[in-house]
């Protein structure tokens, strides 16, 4: 079964940029993918998502900070800028698969911003 595999995850300061990476172990066939994340106590939510077409829908709390991109091959990335203690959580990968109602999920990559 094909995963996806994320890096990218740490520590850094409020201020500060990081990018997270999620490939997947194999082929795939998408209609999008995106980042979700969850922090202590709190519900998993969207952070960003991109389809096929190249269309892209953002968190408000993340929008102006946070960049979605793909390459080839399904590898999507989240480049986030500006971060601040509240985007502290772990940050899932997720993959809308094409005629199955199954999504897929990358193990998830924690992410801490000190303040």
């Known amino acids: 079964q094909v995963q996806l595999v994320e890096s990218g995850g740490g520590l850094v300061q409020a201020g500060g940029s990081q990018r997270l990476s999620c490939a997947p172990s194999?082929?795939?066939?998408?209609?999008?993918m995106g980042w979700y994340r969850q922090a202590p106590g709190k519900q998993r939510e969207l952070v960003a998502r991109?389809?096929?077409?190249?269309?892209t829908n953002y968190a408000d709390s993340v929008k102006g900070r946070f960049t979605i991109s793909r390459e080839q091959r399904n590898t999507v990335y989240l480049q986030m800028n500006s971060l601040k203690p509240e985007d502290t959580a772990v940050y899932y990968c997720?993959?809308?698969?094409?005629?199955?109602?199954?999504?897929?999920w990358g193990q998830g990559t924690q992410v801490t911003v000190s303040s």
């Open positions: 991109m389809t096929t077409g190249g269309s």
């Open positions: 997720n993959a809308v698969l094409l005629g199955s109602k199954n999504d897929i």
């Open positions: 194999g082929i795939i066939f998408t209609i999008a």
